[in-house]
């Protein structure tokens, strides 16, 4: 199969109730809201199997309802690690996987500069270990496609103009990017070399329900509630684009049933924001939805007035990438996608679903949960006084 060529069975695949879909890190965020979207708003007719280990970052709580409408017939749960070979081979033989999408990583950046053994662990040889087994099954039968869910993040870090493109050369600078940049690599050399009919998406950062709260919105939301400083890193103006899940959800569809073999396609929000811009959105929006004067959280700790009076300055990241801008428009010109949601609206249903959803945020805040806070934040002591903005 030649690069460009389109994936002509694909949208058959799809439409046909026996093809089966293999979603590693299914229980993750960016996962569990593509088994959400793929089963309740699509065409899709198959099963999905979704093959995750549950690291910490894995929580089944995240498809309790995909399993009460789908599970046992259309929704599978296999409790695996994308290291273990063998595993993935019984797996392979015994059920007919012709659809892979690849979400499974380690995927925190603070927990890659803290321990990066199990990036490379999971990010680099587990990929290998998906790709030779999905090359294996493929070589048998032909109606193998695998998609890998990448970041723009492998493409370095920006200043105040430019922006990432599909051919934009490569310059990772975390342990975290440059896992996902060896896993790329990897995947598009099993294309070259194989023909293994692979397809790339590089996304920018992601927002929504059930992201686990290490990652910036959740976490400010989740501090601010409970009258916790909002951590803001440096001088708070690293540039971000901000992509709504849903969004992202629906571009890896559309990759999937359009997309040409070989080929990336950039996926972004077209919405960068200073992280201090996000920050202070969140206090705004939890100001309207549940008010800092009425939060008994706040009203023990005098002088607390607003969400805003809880930002804190504290030491940076090391190696934190100043900016990221990814530029989308061959997905838009090429696959017809486009963003539906924009960051204010998309803001405020993230927000008001970490209000409604009590129960999914105590469930996985866990001791584990209280020792990663303690190890990123405990050395990074404030470096302006709260109320800085
Ligand atoms: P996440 O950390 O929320 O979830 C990762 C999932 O993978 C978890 O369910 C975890 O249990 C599972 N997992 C981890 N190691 C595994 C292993 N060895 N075997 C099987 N399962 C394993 O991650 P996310 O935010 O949902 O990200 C999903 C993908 O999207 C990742 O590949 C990530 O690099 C990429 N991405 C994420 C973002 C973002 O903003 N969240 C942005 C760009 C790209
Ligand atoms: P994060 O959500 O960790 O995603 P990424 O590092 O993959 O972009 O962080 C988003 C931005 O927010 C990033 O510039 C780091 C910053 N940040 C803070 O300022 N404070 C925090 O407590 C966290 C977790 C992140």
């Not at 009590?358 to 990123?376: F, L, T």
Request: with cysteine; net charge negative.
């Amino acid at each position: 199969m030649s690069q460009g060529a389109q994936i002509d069975d694909m949208r058959r695949l799809l439409g046909d109730g026996h093809t089966t879909m293999l979603v590693t890190g299914g229980a993750g965020f960016i996962g569990s809201n593509f088994i959400r979207h793929v089963l309740k708003r699509t065409d899709f007719q198959g099963t999905i199997i979704n093959y995750d280990n549950l690291t910490y970052a894995g929580n089944l709580a995240s498809l309790a309802d995909i399993e009460r409408e789908f599970g046992g017939r259309r929704y599978l749960f296999e409790h695996g690690d994308i290291c273990d070979y063998q595993r993935l081979e019984d797996l392979f033989s015994k059920q007919p996987v012709s659809v892979i999408v690849h979400f499974a990583a380690e995927s925190h950046v603070d927990r890659s500069i803290h321990g990066p053994a199990d990036f490379i662990e999971t990010n680099i040889n587990g990929t290998f270990r998906l790709l030779e087994t999905s090359r294996n099954a493929w070589k048998d039968r032909k109606d193998v496609r695998f998609h890998h869910v990448s970041t723009d993040e492998v493409y370095g870090s920006l200043g105040a103009t430019g922006e990432f493109f599909e051919n934009t050369p490569y310059d990772p600078r975390s342990p975290y990017s440059a896992s996902k940049a060896a896993s790329d690599h990897l995947v598009r050399a099993y294309f070259h070399t194989y023909g293994l009919p692979v397809t790339l998406s590089n996304c920018s950062n992601n927002y929504g329900p059930y992201q686990f709260p290490e990652k910036l919105i959740p976490l400010v939301v989740l501090n601010a509630l409970e009258g916790k400083a909002l951590p803001v890193y440096g001088d708070g103006k690293n540039v971000r684009d901000w992509l709504y899940v849903d969004d992202h959800c629906e571009a890896i569809w559309q990759i999937l049933k359009q997309g040409s073999a070989g080929e990336t396609y950039n996926v972004g929000g077209e919405c960068e924001k200073q992280n201090i811009e996000v920050v202070s959105a969140i206090c705004d929006v939890l100001e309207e939805l549940a008010p800092a004067k009425d939060n008994p959280a706040l009203n023990r700790q005098g002088g607390i007035a607003r969400y805003r009076d809880l930002i804190a300055y504290i030491h940076d990241r090391p190696g934190h990438d100043r900016r990221y801008a990814i530029n989308c428009d061959k997905i838009k010109r090429e696959l017809g996608w486009k963003q539906g949601h924009d960051f204010v609206n998309g803001l405020r249903s993230t927000i008001a679903w970490y209000l409604q959803n009590a129960a999914w945020v105590d469930g996985i805040r866990s001791g584990d949960y209280q020792k990663w806070i303690e190890r990123n934040y405990s050395a990074r002591s404030s470096h302006t006084n709260r109320g800085a903005k």
